[in-house]
């Protein structure tokens, strides 16, 4: 038989994926995280997953060269011309916004003429 002297007062006993606590002679139990070797591989694993992301970030931003003198006139190229529409695009705007004013002056005339009708109708009947 066992005397309790020669047990320890706490213990942990792990089987599958269970961990048992054991303080004195009360038992807690709760599933537990990998524990031993299967926890240092997993952590392992994740370790080398971000070294190898990590370095292959390095790898690429590494190996990109900068633009040739070729790529540098294409582009001062294009930027002239995206300046060049932009000043054609604001000219057809202001045209636009020209054209809608007149627009709106023309129905102004068209409401107040209108009106004036409207009026020398009903003084043509009231003189009837």
């Given at each position: 038989m066992l005397d309790l002297e020669d047990r320890p007062f706490f213990r942990l006993t792990s089987f599958n994926h269970f961990a048992i606590f054991h303080v004195g002679n009360v038992g807690?139990?709760?599933?537990?995280?990998?524990?031993?070797?299967?926890?240092?591989?997993?952590?392992?694993?994740?370790?080398?997953?971000?070294?190898?992301?990590?370095?292959?970030?390095?790898?690429?931003?590494?190996?990109?060269?900068?633009?040739?003198?070729?790529?540098?006139?294409?582009?001062?190229?294009?930027?002239?011309?995206?300046?060049?529409?932009?000043?054609?695009?604001?000219?057809?705007?202001?045209?636009?916004?020209?054209?809608?004013k007149q627009i709106a002056d023309k129905q102004a005339e068209l409401a107040a003429a209108v009106k004036e009708q409207d009026a020398t109708r009903e003084r043509l009947k009231s003189q009837q």
């Open positions: 807690f139990s709760r599933t537990s995280h990998y524990t031993g070797n299967r926890y240092i591989m997993k952590k392992a694993m994740k370790l080398f997953a971000a070294a190898a992301f990590l370095s292959l970030t390095f790898v690429v931003a590494g190996c990109s060269s900068g633009p040739s003198d070729d790529e540098l006139a294409q582009l001062e190229a294009l930027k002239a011309e995206v300046a060049s529409l932009q000043k054609e695009v604001d000219a057809k705007q202001a045209e636009k916004a020209s054209l809608q």
